[in-house]
């Protein structure tokens, strides 16, 4: 287990980390006041009195706060970090380090269930932005009657809409201002709160554990709904595991206890203070924190803008999440759009986008309120949660020096809560939490079979693979005639010898005097130093091994591999050079051990995967593909 520096920076440095870390990491754990109490006071176990059913609420979000995300997620898994990036496929490459990769091998169910977990971001990300949205949205209502609850959900669907629309102006334009409107947003939310603590200073009891824990003593059902609740205030607690990366677990941190948690822990608590003054309220607490008026306007027009903001940072994520699968090998190639020269990791990716944008607006007509949005929401994020837990307790046997009864006491406990809050929201599958189920089980389906596909595609392309002095003994025959030039072959493998070579020379009975063959390799790592990207061996007769090194954060740039590769000796040029490609074609009536429907999806992910000569960046006018009909 790799740690992220902690070298201090000048404090103006860490002002802008902290703050960048607001508009990003905070987002989604930060508009969760906007439905989270109402959501809890409705949920609340029947025969309770109402004073005792807002403090007990109130002690369970606290403690919920202090945790799941201080001590869970701040104090533990984010020391499990891969070369300072985050998130569940960072865990994936930290359980992976170490070990032979080879074809042939089945999925093991560690892996399985870290796609698992994977799948459910995506779902997370389709839920998150259609709830934010809408919750801010209905803040509306509270200006005016006249904004009756389709109406709502119509702006809802073009905020989204919008929203979705200019992603592909990148960040960096808007990005600015991210930072500065969240912390707004939170001095908002703690002084709204303050103010109405000091009218009611008796609602601080709550941080009294014991109420907490005498509402849990009713019956397992009731609690249920209660739970489901609560676990809305924790929901972008992922996020802050995913986003390290971008600004590092220390000032993520100091963002957390400086801001963000003194600020909700302000504001739930105010909501308790108002819900106990007026005993007869029936609408949303968080919007009646501000007067009628001018105050609740600014505070629903900030709150859409927060939302967005949260929206933002679930969007982005999916994009990094969609890179690295496609990186480790488990999604098909897709178009990647760099928004930002001096920023790899803000990227674009359209056709994500466009998924993401028709299921966030199609989930906003589908439910119509955060009200029945809530019932479905939940159980997509406490599985990923379930899921890190485990799956952090495995790197730590690999990594940690004290062994594995060092992690194992906290670990049970954080699955202890883990599992209260997804057993908790059991109960929503039929209420609408199928909806994150279905699409993460879609993008499961879809990362399993692409997977093994490539697996059994490998060990038909290379399993009777022609080696290095057979090939060397080709180049060197009398009927094979040595023309001009260069030649780059692509290959799946750093050992392999491409079909394509076997075909070219089969057909034209010819050879450039010099040969490439080229092999790109992502290893476990987020990034791989430039003065290690490249391996370049002479195999002989002109013919040259060369393989290029990224992470899972990059994209390769073949071009600028083959200027280096100019650079050590090789007589070629990039820019003549011509490429090499195989085009699978894919034919679903072999013996491969995969299901029909596997088959014919992996056939339909093939053919509309980016082709690999775009993914690499290589001009069209250089590229010769030959077709390679391979049987599944």
């Known amino acids: 287990m790799s740690h992220s520096s902690t070298t201090p920076l000048k404090a103006g440095a860490q002002s802008v980390l902290c703050l960048g870390a607001l508009g990003v990491v905070f987002g989604d754990i930060g508009t969760s006041p906007l439905y989270t109490m109402k959501e809890c006071l409705g949920n609340l176990p029947a025969g309770v ?39 569940i496929f960072a865990l994936l490459a930290l359980l992976s380090a170490g070990k032979e990769r080879s074809p042939k091998h089945r999925l093991g169910p560690i892996v399985i269930m870290i796609l698992v977990g994977a799948a459910l971001l995506f779902g997370d990300g389709i839920i998150t932005p259609a709830i934010s949205v809408l919750g801010a949205a209905e803040g509306l209502t509270a200006i005016s009657p006249s904004f009756t609850p389709p109406r709502v959900a119509f702006i809802a669907c073009v905020i989204l809409f919008i929203l979705f629309w200019i992603q592909k102006k990148g960040t960096k334009q808007i990005g600015g201002i991210f930072g500065p409107v969240m912390l707004v947003w939170f001095a908002t939310l703690g002084v709204l709160g ?31 709904a209660l739970l489901g609740a609560v676990v809305l205030a924790i929901t972008g607690a992922e996020a802050l595991y995913a986003d390290m990366g971008h600004f590092g677990r220390r000032y993520i941190a100091i963002a957390w206890y400086g801001v963000v948690f003194p600020a909700l822990f302000l504001n739930y ?31 629903t027009g900030l709150s859409i803008l927060a939302a967005i903001i949260a929206s933002q940072a679930l969007i982005s994520g ?20 760099y928004t930002n020269a001096e920023h790899s ?48 307790y495995l790197v730590t ?38 909806f994150p189920l279905a699409i993460g089980a879609a993008i499961l389906a879809v990362m399993h079979t692409w997977k093994i596909g490539r697996q059994e595609i490998y060990i038909r392309v290379y399993g009777n693979n022609v080696t290095e002095s057979e090939l060397v003994s080709i180049a ?53 130093p430039a003065e290690k990207q490249l391996t370049l061996t002479e195999i002989g007769e002109g013919i040259w091994r060369a393989i290029g090194r990224y992470g899972y954060m990059e994209s390769p740039d073949v071009g600028v ?72």
């Open 476 to 528: 060197r025959s009398k009927h094979v005639t040595r023309v001009g030039g260069a030649a780059v072959f692509m290959v799946g493998s750093p050992s392999g010898t491409p079909i394509a070579l076997l075909h070219h020379v089969k057909a034209n009975r010819c050879l450039h005097q010099t040969v490439v063959l080229l092999s790109i390799v992502t290893e476990e790592v987020p990034t791989v």
């Open 269 to 299: 608590f105010g909501q308790g203070a108002y819900a106990l003054t007026h005993p007869g309220m029936t609408e949303n607490p968080f919007f009646a924190l501000a007067p009628q008026g001018l105050p609740r306007a600014f505070l």
């Open 49 to 87: 009195a109402r004073a005792d059913g807002i403090l007990g609420v109130l002690s369970l979000i606290f403690w919920v706060l202090i945790l799941v995300v201080s001590v869970k997620y701040i104090w533990y898994v984010m020391r499990a970090d891969n070369h300072g990036e985050g998130g």
């Open 561 to 632: 591999l083959l200027d280096r590769v100019h650079d050590l000796g090789v007589p070629i040029n990039p820019q003549g050079a011509i490429y090499f490609f195989n085009r699978e074609m894919i034919i679903t009536d072999g013996s491969a051990p995969m299901w029909k429907w596997q088959k014919s999806l992996y056939a339909l992910l093939s053919r509309n995967a980016r082709p690999v000569k775009d993914y690499y960046q290589i001009t069209p006018s250089q590229i010769i593909e030959i077709g390679l009909p391979i049987q599944l």
């Open 345 to 392: 990791g803000q990227i674009y990716v359209p056709f994500v986008n466009t998924l993401l944008a028709i299921g966030c607006i199609l989930t906003v007509v589908l439910f119509g309120s955060t009200d029945h949005l809530a019932a479905a929401y939940g159980i997509a994020v406490t599985g990923t949660m379930a899921i890190t837990t485990i799956a952090y």
């Open 194 to 224: 303050l103010w109405h603590i000091t009218s009611c200073p008796s609602v601080l009891r709550a941080l009294d554990p014991r109420y907490g824990l005498a509402l849990l003593k009713h019956s397992p059902m009731e609690i249920s």
């Open 397 to 434: 046997q690999k990594t940690w020096e004290h062994g594995r009864w060092a992690a194992a006491p906290i670990c049970l406990v954080f699955l202890f809560v883990d599992l209260a809050f997804l057993s908790s929201n059991a109960d929503k599958i039929f209420n609408g939490g199928w």
């Open 318 to 337: 999916a994009y990094s999440l969609t890179r690295q699968a496609i990186q480790l090998g488990y999604f098909p190639r897709l178009k990647i759009n």
